[in-house]
């Protein structure tokens, strides 16, 4: 059995669903069952990663858990309940901001992500992580709600059009960290995982704009301003400079989806199509 954490979220919910469709157990850990829309194939449960007591019942007869954290604290109960229930494996979605060996680490939220991955390697249980380059997680679209704009209009206004960012399919993600959960070779390896392809704010924008039959473009809002605008749970000072550094520079591409699935990244233009607006 396999339980899926942050279960509607975006990759949590791909890889229930993948998992689900192939006949394997899966379990999906969620707050709420019954607002989940989760396939009919995956066992849904209550849980919270902030409530110890809620796990003992959703770690029973769980080999492998895909671990998605995004709160602090969490980690000890969760690892020592794990342990306890019969666990082998974790499979952490890290950050790309992580550097080995960096003491302290370059910013927040390297260092809440290398202390989650200290305390899994302590753990005793099998690990594998999958670091996300900062530059893949996609963060125009919740740190200036991009959805939310393209419902006023066809205009999408955020920081530096000629920043260059790889955007990641949740679905190639999903596949890589089942991979991860279910193949043995995995264990004990750090991955970092981008989208197959280098793309400027405006393009992406554009191309959703054209997967979606709309003529979106996207207006260049000044640093200063654009800070103002960004959302308050947002890691600006992360982003920001995430996004000066691909300014000169192309957003990182690498092979890790092909090399853990057997199969190419999809192309950009399907991430497009996928978009949520």
Do not use: C
């Amino acid at each position: 059995m396999i339980l899926v954490t942050a279960a509607t979220a975006p990759v949590g919910r791909s890889i229930v669903e993948q998992l689900a469709a192939a006949g394997a157990p899966v379990r999906a850990l969620t707050r709420d069952p019954s607002s989940a829309g989760l396939p009919g194939g995956a066992e849904v449960v209550t849980g919270d990663l902030n409530d110890p007591g809620s796990l003992a019942a959703a770690f029973d007869g769980v080999t492998s858990v895909f671990l998605l954290a995004a709160v602090p604290g969490f980690a000890p109960a969760f690892l020592k309940a794990a342990a306890e229930a019969g666990v082998r494996r974790v499979v952490f979605q890290s950050s790309g901001a992580v550097v080995d060996g960096a003491e302290p680490q370059p910013d927040d939220i390297a260092a809440f992500h290398a202390d989650i991955e200290r305390q899994i390697r302590d753990s005793g249980l099998e690990w594998t992580f999958l670091r996300l380059a900062v530059a893949s997680a996609d963060a125009l679209q919740w740190a200036f709600d991009v959805p939310g704009q393209l419902e006023k209009g066809d205009v999408v206004r955020g920081p530096w059009a000629d920043a260059q960012v790889s955007p990641i399919h949740p679905a190639d993600f999903a596949a890589a960290a089942i991979a991860a959960l279910t193949r043995a070779e995995h264990a004990g390896r750090t991955y970092t995982v981008t989208g197959p392809r280098s793309i400027t704010h405006a393009e992406q924008i554009a191309l959703i704009g054209r997967a979606h039959g709309r003529a979106l473009r996207y207006e260049e809002l000044p640093e200063q301003e654009a800070r103002k605008a960004i959302s308050p749970y947002a890691p600006a000072d992360v982003l920001f400079a995430t996004w000066s550094r691909h300014r000169t520079s192309p957003a990182p591409v690498t092979d890790t989806i092909e090399r853990l699935t057997g199969r190419p990244a999809r192309p950009t233009e399907e991430w497009a199509a996928a978009y949520p607006i």
